[in-house]
């Protein structure tokens, strides 16, 4: 979920004169709120006029806002938001190849700074943990933020048909998540994208519990500076060198944070498995589908794939309706959102998958959704996977699929090969209860072996 960006903008200030002006800013257009022209293909984006607003959440934070609506179109339209802690300055991005499929099929679309991020007040909390607006009316979370957003939405931009739709990648995979906990009626499909799960067990700061160093670091530094994506300014140009003169990790605090980064302090106070990081993970609070869901992952996605896979494995088990499916490409994190996506470094699919998924996955899973099912189209099926390799896309009733498969053994062979048989002469041996040893005396390959050094981690 990293971005490294460089963005200056004033930040809000939460006085009781812009409380006062509530009133002008639920209206369309508002008067004093500045319009924007967005920049981009001007085959898409000069469809769209934008106006910024800042809507409130139930504890009076204002929460900023840029939304775009189509010129030309004519009857109500669905609306799609997009949340993110990376700044809207730079959401149009989204529409010269994300979101382009999208805006040609004619949707409102809305981007919004979270909480405590960019333009909006309050304060950041890392990936705050849900809570139950039903049992505490006044408690606020990433969840909150978005109902009272989608509220408002739906009750003051003109010409929508009260359907809305939420998707976003990493971060704000997790958001479009938090926002099906106790979502808004309004809401009607819901896709995270290369959503975290659990952070500890194989997402984002920990993989299998080992913990991301850099990631780690650099990420919530840059998260929790301040309100902008500020990076750590490295004394030296090779950073990897600068982590080994570190030393103990004790040393980050004394040296340079000071206790300023809130992540950094649940990384030094919680470096186990403990009830910090189960209150913290998502996967928690899945207790059942609520709203049509859609969870896309990359099989190289270095940061988060075990979280879609999770997300989409936990709602499965209460998913009597078939709304909950699951896309599978051939990605790196966050990989299918813009390029063809036809390659990832030397390897080539033979087709354009990320075009395909935004085209033919992802814009008519929305239409279906949010607008009524175009001619001929029907349900997405449970689960929908690249197979790399023979590079075709599959479709499963569920993932991992039980019908129709035959698990087989995959066996390490010397020369970085890979086998789905034993090498020759280890089967036979093996299975006289000789172990590896009688295996090697009977004529199998010899091993491949390397040292592991810190100072030299790539062999």
């Known amino acids: 979920m990293r971005i490294r960006t460089t963005v200056e903008r004033r930040h809000p200030t939460e006085s009781l004169a812009l409380l006062v002006g509530l009133a002008s800013l639920a209206c369309w257009p508002a008067a004093g709120i500045r319009a924007q022209q967005p920049a981009g293909p001007p085959s898409v984006l000069a469809r769209y006029e934008s106006r910024e607003v800042m809507i409130p959440a139930r504890d009076s934070v204002l929460l900023h806002t840029v939304i775009y609506r189509p010129r030309t179109r004519v009857g109500p339209l669905p609306i799609v938001l997009l949340r993110t802690p990376y700044g809207v300055e730079h959401a149009d991005r989204n529409f010269r190849s994300y979101l382009r499929a999208l805006a040609e099929d004619g949707y409102i679309f809305a981007f919004q700074d979270i909480r405590g991020r960019f333009g909006s007040g309050g304060r950041f909390v890392m990936q705050r943990p849900p809570c139950t607006p039903s049992a505490d009316s006044a408690c606020v979370d990433e969840g909150t933020d978005t109902w009272d957003t989608i509220d408002w939405l739906v009750h003051h931009v003109p010409g929508n048909n009260g359907r809305v739709g939420m998707l976003g990648i990493s971060y704000g995979g997790w958001l ?10 309004a809401l009607k499909a819901a896709s995270p994208q290369a959503s975290p799960a659990d952070d500890f067990i194989g997402d984002d700061f920990h993989h299998g519990g080992a913990f991301r160093l850099s990631y780690g670091f650099e990420y919530a530094a840059m998260m ?3 309100r902008e994506n500020t990076q750590f300014r490295f004394p030296v140009h090779d950073t990897y060198e600068w982590y080994l003169r570190l030393g103990a990790l004790s040393h ?5 944070l000071h206790g300023s980064i809130p992540t950094w302090e649940d990384f030094v106070h919680h470096p186990d498995y403990d009830d910090h990081w189960t209150e913290q993970a998502v996967v928690t609070y899945l207790h059942g589908v609520t709203v049509p869901t859609l969870s896309v992952a990359g099989w190289w996605d270095q940061e988060d794939f075990y979280g879609p896979l999770t997300i989409y494995k936990t709602l499965e088990r209460t998913d009597s309706t ?5 896309v599978v490409g051939p990605w790196r994190h966050g990989g299918w959102s813009s390029g063809p996506g036809d390659s990832l470094g030397a390897i080539r699919f033979g087709s354009a998958t990320g075009e395909h998924f935004r085209r033919d996955v992802q814009a008519p899973w929305f239409h279906r959704l949010l607008k009524g099912a175009p001619s001929g189209a029907g349900p997405l099926p449970g689960a929908v996977t690249f197979e790399t390799g023979s590079n075709r896309w599959r479709t499963w009733s569920e993932w991992p699929p039980r019908k129709g498969v035959t698990d087989r053994d995959l ?8 086998a789905f048989g034993p090498p020759p002469g280890r089967a036979g041996a093996e299975a006289r209860n000789g172990g590896p040893t009688a295996a090697a005396e009977a004529g199998a390959p010899p091993l491949d072996a390397y040292v ?3 100072a030299h981690p790539v062999p």
Not at 411 to 418: F, I, K, N, V
Request: no cysteine; hydrophobic share 40%; proline share 9%.
């Open 176 to 185: 479009t998540v938090m926002a099906t906990l106790h979502p808004h009626p």
């Open 224 to 226: 929790e500076t301040d």
């Open 252 to 256: 980050v605090d004394e040296r340079y």
């Open 322 to 326: 078939g709304i909950n499916a699951l």
């Open 411 to 418: 066996y390490l062979r010397a020369g970085a090969a890979a």
């Open 452 to 454: 592991s050094d810190p």
